[in-house]
Nanobody, 116 residues
């Protein structure tokens, strides 16, 4: 059974930081590209950041320079370090595992709220 379990969300003030984690089980983690997506109320789900099995990263323009995605294959975990958070970063953040765009899994999501 495949599981992607996100953690680390919460309420933070503008300018603050959060670190999201996504622990995967039931898959050969090292062969999957991993991504973080987010969905704000009334908006479509959008890609925030992704990392290939080889470690190449990609970021949405809105988060470049503020967010960092990383992975630890030994722990089957992908991280999203979020710094300089803004109110517009408020959303449910989802972890995604993708194998050659053929097999795709999603986590249940974790809420991030940026507000004073």
């Amino acid at each position: 059974q495949v599981q992607l379990v996100e953690s680390g969300g919460g309420l933070v003030q503008p300018g603050g930081s959060l670190r999201l984690s996504c622990a995967a089980s039931g898959i050969i983690f090292s062969i999957y590209a991993m991504g973080w997506y987010r969905q704000a109320p009334g908006k479509q789900r959008e890609l925030v950041a992704s990392i290939t099995k080889g470690g190449m990263t990609n970021y949405a323009d809105a988060v470049k320079g503020r967010f960092t995605i990383s992975r630890d294959n030994a722990k089957n975990t992908v991280y999203l370090q979020m710094n300089s958070l803004k109110p517009e970063d408020t959303a449910v953040y989802y972890c995604n595992a993708d194998f050659s765009r053929v097999v795709n899994y999603w986590g249940q999501g974790t809420q991030v709220t940026v507000s004073s």
